[in-house]
């Protein structure tokens, strides 16, 4: 058992570059913490708080990967990819170094202390809609996705109340993301996110068995074995870049996850982090060579769209990856509470939140999200524009300009630096202007995600090709 729930506070031992000389600044916050937790000091070992971190990594991203690798080829995906990682692994890693060269251990002092005022409203808005819209689709996911499964598991009329998009993601809120989002320490979430990332390995196996199983079948509709169909890189790699960034994205949480560590410290950090984004990396290369293998250049944005939906142990997949987006949820969540408690107060500085004032903004945040949930069930270019105007300027390009801006390093140095902020800027630019052309040739087919895939017609299960079936709106 390597959770505590001691009142110890560490120190860190001061490094031989001076870095965590600043240190005694996070054992005073730890301290106020205690108080806005309402002394609840629980904290987690590196190892068992390294499935919050990965648990924050591998959400809703991971089923797109596949189709990341459909754009910009095999070869070339698993080397961006792997790119994306380093440079993933990098940034976080600056973090921190950055918040003990400026005593500032949370993301909106750390860009005050940096860019003054502006840096932290810049900071605030961006922290504030990239969790935000990503708790709505999470909530998209639940409803469409287990929608489908009731549908089909339980003979479901139509018009029932229990297959409404509407009842399904109220059901979800109520009873399973609003009594973890009221939890107030991260370290607590701990042991959902183990439970998350089993289902997680689940998921994958079921797609490795389905792999087996659709082989044949899919090489009737598609040349899934064909070499043309593995090209070694193809003309989509910005767009996979973004997928990728998407799907590592977590420095929102960075500072959560950090406090939630026993006997936190920059070394500790880079440990928890090479492993949470290493373990990351290989699942995400295993559910893009897996799905990709499986269907080729027919492969989805969602590869669980690519399944036909009489499949049974699909459906329990596709129930699995909803339950995996709900406990993701409080984890965003926990973010967007601490954004909008701070530009209420208009400061930075840890300041005890009542639990009143607590469940106020939680219920608050819940409710709006729920209601943006059910209003569409396309979010496609939404996300895409979270993804290049929130998720990329803060995982690249504000920890690096962060960095630039406070270190007393030499320019030699910083070069590491100047790199990670060029490709984030350049990420998002080309990213931006993909985004713009999608929406200026956008139509309502678009986003359509009720058809079904041409080999589930191969066994005749369904009505002829082209048919679309129609699943409530509400």
Partial sequence: M?????????LVAPSKDGMDETSYILQQRRRQQQVMDGGDNLKNCPKFASFNYINSIIGSGVIGIPYAFNLSGVGMGVILLALVAIVTDYSLVLMLRSAHISGSFSYQSLMKSAFGRYGFVVLSFLQFIYPFIAMISYNIIVGDTATKVLIRLFS???????????????????????PLCMLRNVARLAKASIVSFIMVLVIFVTIVIRYESLHDV???????????????????????IGIMSFGFMCHHNVF????????????????VTHFAV?????????????GYATFGNLTQGDLLENYCWNDDLINITRLLFSLTTLLTFPLECMVTKAVVDQTLRGGTDPIPMSKKRHAIITVSILVATYFVSISTKCLGIALEINGVVAAIPLAFVLPAAVYIKISNDSWREKIPAYCLALFGTVVAASGISLVVYEILTF??????????????????????TGVIIKLPLN
């Fill in 2 to 10: 390597c959770s505590t729930n001691s009142s110890q506070e560490y």
């Fill in 443 to 464: 139509t309502a087919d678009s986003c359509e995600n009720d058809r079904i895939m041409d080999h589930c017609y191969i066994n005749d299960t369904y009505h002829p």
């Fill in 256 to 271: 959560l996850l950090y406090d939630s560590i026993e006997g936190a410290s920059q070394t500790i950090w880079n440990c």
């Fill in 278 to 290: 290493t373990i990351s990396f290989l699942l995400m290369v295993a559910f893009g060579l897996v």
């Fill in 156 to 178: 479901l009329p139509h018009d029932s109340i229990f297959a409404q998009r509407y009842f399904v993601i109220a059901m979800a809120t109520i009873f399973i993301t609003t």
């Fill in 218 to 240: 899919m090489s009737t509709v598609t040349e899934v074995g064909n070499k043309n169909t593995w090209d070694f890189a193809r003309p989509g790699a910005i767009q996979a």
